[in-house]
């Protein structure tokens, strides 16, 4: 059975640091595309960054510059590195694992930045 668990999500001050990691159980994290979703109340689901097999790194605009995606493949563990928090991050937060047509998420973690 396969499952991405999320943690690390909480609240912050803007300006603040979150880490969010992503444990994946029953996938071998490596071959996948590996990223972290947002959504905001209200909001459309959107991606926030991905890291390929080859670690080719992909990042929406708004958080270039503030936010790092990284794997551990030993550790089967992908995690998101959040810097300069700004509460227009504030969402819940996905992780995510595609192989061509199959898909696997996470249930999401709770992050809230306070202006």
């Known amino acids: 059975q396969v499952q991405l668990v999320e943690s690390g999500g909480g609240l912050v001050q803007a300006g603040g640091s979150l880490r969010l990691s992503c444990a994946a159980s029953g996938i071998a994290t490596g071959i996948f595309v590996m990223g972290w979703y947002r959504q905001a109340p209200g909001q459309q689901r959107e991606l926030v960054a991905e890291?390929?097999?080859?670690?080719?790194?992909n990042y929406v605009e708004s958080v270039k510059g503030r936010f790092t995606i990284s794997r551990d493949n030993a550790k089967n563990t992908v995690y998101l590195q959040m810097n300069s928090l700004k509460p227009e991050d504030t969402a819940v937060y996905y992780c995510?694992?595609?192989?061509?047509?199959?898909?696997?998420w996470g249930q999401g973690t709770q992050v809230t930045v306070s202006s």
């Open positions: 995510n694992a595609v192989l061509l047509r199959t898909t696997f």
């Open positions: 890291v390929t097999s080859g670690d080719k790194t």
